[in-house]
């Protein structure tokens, strides 16, 4: 069956320009993490959805990160006002399950985002 | 605040030899720690869990332990392939929490 997508798989940005970063999970699951990982470093957590509930956002860097899953599925991050700092590979991950015990994360492929 | 270190960053072996990865973290207060791999411009791969209360889990060639008091974790890779090449990353979490913490990874190079 299809796993996690991502779109768009690379994106190039002017600073100061907003972005939109896509998620589709895998159909049927609750859980849905995004996570930011800069170059040589692992992922750090930035915000976990489970169904279209927002139930932690601690990891958001800045007020210019937002993200949402209006209808419990497809998830989008947006960046307002992009700065070279941002520049980093974003991940997205999905659970079957839903709560902290959660099972087994599937990562999408990321996308890479470059801030000029 | 939880800290995971991989050691080494970087590893090269000739192909058929066994080796073996470390993982350290500073909490001991986990609920469980996975193995992912990480291929170049793709996504990370599970490749085994251990919940908290477990030593060890074994698939195919990999083996993984578990320390928990001491906080550490080790992947054994037993006769290593070309295939085998990728960052391997460990990531813990703790009890109540949604977040995976991952360490840097180690980059994992197998020469035929």
């Known amino acids: 069956g299809a796993g996690v997508s991502q779109s768009p798989r690379y994106k190039v940005a002017k600073r100061g320009q907003d972005v939109a970063l896509r998620c589709d999970p895998i159909?049927?699951?609750?859980?849905l993490f995004w996570y930011q990982q800069a170059l040589g470093q692992g992922p750090e957590f930035l915000t976990y959805?489970?169904?279209?509930?927002?139930?932690?956002k601690s990891g958001l860097p800045s007020d210019r990160f937002f993200a949402e899953r209006p209808e419990g599925s497809v998830s989008t991050l947006k960046i307002q006002r992009t700065q070279q700092e941002d520049s980093a590979v974003y991940l997205c991950?999905?659970?079957?399950?839903?709560?902290?015990?959660?099972?087994?994360?599937?990562f999408g492929p990321g996308t890479r985002l470059t801030v000029l | 605040k939880q800290e995971v270190t991989q050691i080494p960053a970087a590893l090269s072996v000739p192909e058929g030899e066994n080796l073996v990865l470390n993982c350290s973290f500073t909490?001991?207060?986990?609920?469980?720690l996975q193995w992912f791999r990480q291929d170049p411009g793709k996504g990370l791969t599970s490749l085994l869990l251990?919940?908290?209360?477990?030593r060890e889990q074994t698939s195919g060639r990999l083996n993984a332990s578990l320390d928990k008091s001491s906080g550490r974790s080790t992947l054994y890779i037993a006769a290593s392939q070309p295939g085998d090449s990728a960052t391997y990353l460990c990531?813990?979490?703790?009890?109540?929490?949604?977040?995976?913490?991952f360490g840097k990874g180690t980059k994992l190079s197998v020469i035929p």
């Open positions: 909490d001991s207060a986990i609920y469980n």
């Open positions: 251990i919940q908290s209360s477990q």
């Open positions: 959805f489970q169904n279209e509930a927002q139930l932690d």
């Open positions: 990531a813990v979490t703790r009890a109540g929490s949604y977040q995976l913490t």
């Open positions: 159909s049927g699951h609750v859980s």
């Open positions: 991950a999905s659970s079957l399950y839903a709560g902290w015990d959660t099972d087994t994360q599937y």
